[in-house]
């Protein structure tokens, strides 16, 4: 039997979390912070009200997961790949590109707008392994 860790998410359950994720308010609270339990505790809660039971952790850990595989899908088309692909691809590039496409028409020497990409980038790295 699958701990409570293991259990599958649901396609209900993933298009729950991106809803919430697609929230302005909580994709500019996760874009400011490291340390973002307190925003995933807010997530969960939410979750709780569409009746999903998944603490912090879990919804973090999905979370990561699906940006990850995004991530992973959207350079393998930008390089002309077009095999790679995912479930719920289309809700999170109108979450992820749109949050790309402003950084990218910001100023390129603008620096403080630039470090959550880096510090986000390497922490991710850091987790991987």
Same mark, same amino acid.
């Given at each position: *039997?699958?701990? /409570?860790g293991g =259990? $599958?998410?649901?396609?209900?359950? *993933? +298009?729950?979390?991106? %809803?919430?994720?697609?929230?302005?308010?909580?994709? $500019?609270?996760? #874009?400011?912070?490291?340390?973002? =339990? +307190?925003?995933?505790?807010? *997530?969960?809660? +939410?979750?709780?009200?569409?009746?999903? !039971? %998944? @603490?912090?952790?879990?919804? %973090?850990?999905?979370? =990561?997961? &699906?940006k990850h /595989?995004?991530?992973?899908?959207?350079?393998?088309?930008?390089?002309?790949?077009?095999?790679?692909?995912?479930?719920?691809?289309?809700? &999170? !590039?109108?979450?992820?590109?749109?949050?790309?496409?402003?950084?990218?028409?910001?100023?390129?020497? @603008?620096?403080? /707008? %630039?470090?959550? /990409?880096?510090?986000?980038?390497?922490? #991710?790295? !850091?987790?991987?392994?």
């Amino acid at each position: *039997v699958a701990n /409570e860790g293991g =259990k $599958h998410w649901t396609v209900n359950e *993933v +298009r729950a979390l991106i %809803r919430i994720w697609s929230d302005k308010n909580i994709q $500019h609270q996760l #874009e400011g912070t490291v340390r973002n =339990k +307190r925003i995933f505790e807010q *997530v969960a809660a +939410r979750l709780q009200k569409f009746g999903i !039971d %998944r @603490d912090w952790k879990q919804c %973090r850990t999905k979370y =990561k997961n &699906l940006k990850h /595989e995004y991530k992973s899908v959207k350079s393998a088309q930008d390089s002309g790949s077009a095999s790679k692909s995912m479930k719920f691809f289309n809700e &999170l !590039d109108a979450i992820m590109g749109h949050s790309t496409m402003e950084q990218a028409s910001k100023s390129d020497n @603008d620096e403080s /707008e %630039r470090l959550p /990409e880096w510090t986000e980038a390497k922490s #991710e790295k !850091d987790s991987i392994g």
